[in-house]
């Protein structure tokens, strides 16, 4: 059983499009962190939310927290080819081992110019 | 401002061998983290240390991994007696703190193959 359900697990759209992918949990998260990975590189961190309604914004990404911590998303505007790779959603679930990131599977985000 | 660094970034080895992966956190860091990464699969955590302490090992297979970090020099995770199935890409984390958010950085893995 996946913890964190991330959709759609692919996406392909064209340059100037904007997407959102979600992350779902039934489980309650003490805070939640987006990650971005290309091949053969590791995840690179874009984003933590720890407060429930929280709302942050990097540029043309846009990421919020469930008011409940249960599910967030990433929302891109106009996106570009320099966008594609791996969205991770990662959470530290709440009341569970610290330290221990629990990672969803992952949206492969395609653009194409 | 070195990132999290591992070494090597690829490493062959035959069933039955030893491997040695390394992994440097950034600098300031004390806490490290182990994942691994399988073929279509997200992230699996494996272990989490602090300077010569285990601190949650519940993701790590009970026979043939081992891991370590020591008061100085890098973090070891080592596999022994390797089979097929270790085959995956294993990525290391550090972070400041694990109070509040709990930012993880990774570095750039370790690919594993089995022949």
């Known amino acids: 059983t996946q913890l964190l359900e991330q959709s759609p697990q692919f996406l392909s759209i064209q340059e100037g499009e904007n997407l959102t992918v979600y992350c779902n949990s039934s489980?309650?998260?003490?805070?939640l962190q987006w990650y971005r990975q290309e091949p053969g590189e590791g995840p690179v961190l874009l984003v933590t939310?720890?407060?429930?309604?929280e709302v942050k914004k990097l540029k043309r990404l846009t990421f919020q927290f469930g008011d409940a911590r249960k599910d967030s998303s990433l929302h891109i505007t106009a996106a570009q080819p320099g966008d594609t790779g791996l969205y991770l959603c990662?959470?530290?679930?709440?009341?569970?081992?610290?330290?221990?990131?629990?990672f969803g599977k992952g949206t492969k985000l395609s653009v194409k110019p | 401002n070195a990132g999290v660094m591992q070494n090597p970034r690829h490493l062959v080895r035959r069933r039955g061998q030893e491997a040695r992966l390394r992994c440097s956190p950034m600098k300031g860091h004390s806490h490290v983290y182990w994942y691994r990464q399988l073929p279509e699969e997200g992230l699996k955590f494996m272990v989490y240390?602090?300077?010569?302490?285990?601190?949650?090992e519940s993701g790590m297979p009970k026979e043939r991994f081992s891991a370590e970090f020591p008061k100085e020099g890098p973090s070891i995770l080592r596999i022994q007696q390797v089979v097929r199935g270790d085959s995956a890409a294993y990525f290391c984390a550090s972070s400041l703190t694990t109070s509040g958010n709990n930012e993880q950085f990774f570095g750039p893995g370790t690919r594993l193959t089995v022949l």
């Open positions: 240390l602090q300077k010569e302490n285990i601190i949650d």
């Open positions: 939310v720890v407060t429930g309604g």
């Open positions: 489980s309650v998260f003490s805070s």
């Open positions: 990662a959470g530290e679930k709440y009341g569970g081992s610290q330290g221990n990131l629990i």
